[in-house]
């Protein structure tokens, strides 16, 4: 089936069992598909547009009241919405930081954290994962300092992952907060993989921005995000224009330059909104989320020689493991090769490995019924026996 | 209807002819909205993602090919998509303007080129339109000397709207192109009003940069634009990322830091693409929307003491009337006020009019059929006979 010039109809996550590591929170709720249809045309939030003109201000569609829904869910007191968590963390950066300025990422950063520093001309330094790659309060404050050897002055921003990308382990971004204001850094909690996902309360972490992502953890349309930030910080990042004609003496009234006045005009947004109550709710439900990822890590833990390689237990779903002395050592005589497991998953109804993996590899059981979690894991031991691995238990 | 908690489904254009000067061009196409139900997910884009990992490199669906084809389409060597027109605008002023730098805008500029400039810390100066409120390459020649005298050196960017946001009046791009050059200042057109509207070719009017809207003229959800450039200018807007981790040494490839790396992950890009062969269609059957806009304007134009005030004849469906001596002589004894011309034209099945607007206001007849701009002009003809105004012929 296609839906226009040389494009197939998606209907991955119809047909699958889905374990790609960073779709699973972006897809959409029904309420957010009816929202999708009714609401497609490039300019469809604006129709009740009215002075002082601006997106947060809209009431029909409530856009108004989700900015301040979101803002009282995560504890936060002023909220924008952005097309995608990076350009949150664009916002922020070219706000704090000016060419040459020292700023705090940490080595299991995003890249899109790395490309807002350098967009605004600033200097990544990363705080060290430990061995466990859990980045602590610890490594913060050793970092501060030598940070302020190499560059006479403290970092003037600090991007912290609450869950990283790479591993998807939980950081103690509370703690590293509070390390960070001692020496005056605001500190970003990148929420792209919680907010959303599980309960986040940005008062309680301390922190002055929490930035998240609508398209990888709110059931969002692409792309799609949130940047909250405390009143302080709001007054700061999300100050008004002053520009003004030289000649016409034109003033833009209350548009926000760092948000390029209004951000999110439509499907994105309101795909957004529809999902939220169902996200807010999901959210107090992450219990099931985590006990899913054990039914599936428990199975591939059974296969001798499989290892995780996120900390163990999980917090968060998204999982890195390594299956170098498990599923590898079958790719070498498989005659699929490197594509055998992926292969054999497909034939089970599941998709979302990256082609070709079988050494360390990352999924996500983010959203899956308790049925479809036991399915997975009866479908990683069903292919270790099928190729000769010895499963224990 | 609902669609979620609150949020009505919106119905304007498939209830209404919707005359708002802004959504006429942003309305999607049949195969757009199939594709916006297919990739709603928020991530849709990204399964068939694969080495070098970014964006326009996807071929499946063909991301890569209509890259390739919207560049070949404008006349200009490399294209990229971006979150809005606007996105657009800032990555270029990133890239070329310095704190205090002057940059060109005109004095009919939209604000969002003024935000773009704000945020990279340059200072705007208006090129002034003259009295038939049109950009010329003479003002443009005459504001540089100015601005030479005032900074001491010539600006170092021009944003030149190709249509105006607020009169949809016509600017010789090409011509003040030409005249920027000669001081090599790079030009940026801004054809928000325009790509997807009618034919626009980057070469031929020797720009720099073609910035365009998906959500306001390319019939795709929102945010979404283009930015196109030159193979020179290229190279600098779209240069990939120099930073690096100082303790993993981690680099990030080809993702380009004014692009934030990818930019649209899903329905919008999708929605774009899907609409993309009908767009091109369209701009070349532009003269039956001027013809449409005749009709409407000559109706307009028969009642006494209604004035045009875009360029006329005109050369885009946008377009700003004054009916403060017809339409307003109305509203001061009206019962329902300035508000009578807009309920009075809903009656008839036209939305779209600011509410309570009588004086000065825009509106668009793009994408109209024939029959629906006939239905137009004969509302407003016999909206003012209702009100005892007098219309000629």
């Known amino acids: 089936m296609r839906c226009g010039n040389g494009i197939e109809a998606r209907q991955v996550d119809e047909l699958f069992i889905n374990i790609d590591p960073i779709q699973a929170g972006g897809r959409l709720t029904a309420d957010a598909m009816k929202a999708v249809v009714a609401y497609g045309d490039g300019y469809s939030v604006c129709d009740n547009c009215r002075k002082p003109n601006r997106l947060d201000y809209i009431s029909k569609p409530p856009i108004a009241e989700f ?69 602590t309060p610890e490594a913060t404050a050793a970092k501060i300092e030598e940070v302020k050897k ?139 989320e985590l006990e899913n990822n054990r039914i599936v890590m428990e199975a591939l833990l059974s296969i001798e020689g499989t290892a995780c390689l996120s900390e163990y237990p999980r917090k968060h779903p998204m999982t890195r493991v390594d299956t170098t002395a498990s599923f590898d050592t079958v790719a070498a005589s498989h005659k699929k090769r490197g594509y055998f497991l992926q292969s054999a998953l497909e034939e089970k109804g599941v998709t979302g490995l990256i082609p070709g993996a079988t050494k360390v590899w990352k999924f996500n059981t983010y959203g899956m019924t308790r049925r479809q979690a036991g399915h997975l894991a009866d479908a990683f031991v069903a292919i270790a026996r099928e190729n000769g691995l010895a499963v224990r238990g």
Chains 1, 2 share one sequence.
């Open 150 to 288: 190499e560059f006479g002055r403290a970092p003037v921003l600090a991007f912290i992952d609450q869950v990283d990308y790479q591993y998807g382990n939980m950081h103690d971004v509370g703690g590293i907060a509070r390390v960070a204001h001692q020496y005056d850094i605001p500190v970003v909690c990148n929420g792209a993989y919680t907010v959303g996902i599980l309960p986040v309360d940005g008062k309680a972490l301390g922190v002055d921005f929490v930035v998240g992502s609508g398209h990888k953890s709110m059931a969002a349309p692409a792309p799609s995000g949130i940047l909250a930030a405390t009143a302080e910080r709001g007054k700061e990042v999300f100050r008004t224009t002053l520009i003004e004609g030289d000649i016409t003496r034109r003033k833009f009234g209350i548009k926000e330059p760092e948000m390029m006045g209004c951000t999110l005009m439509g499907v994105t947004l309101v795909g957004m909104m529809a999902s939220f109550p169902h996200v807010k709710e999901r959210t107090k439900h992450f219990d099931r």
């Open 67 to 135: 900015h301040k829904d979101v803002a009282a869910w995560l504890n936060m007191d002023a909220v924008r919405t952005v097309p995608g968590a990076r350009r949150g963390f664009q916002a922020i950066a070219q706000t704090y930081v000016n060419k040459g300025d020292p700023v705090l990422v940490t080595s299991l950063s995003h890249y899109t954290e790395f490309l807002a520093v350098e967009e605004a001309g600033g200097v990544a330094r990363e705080i060290a994962a430990n061995d466990r790659k859990i980045v």
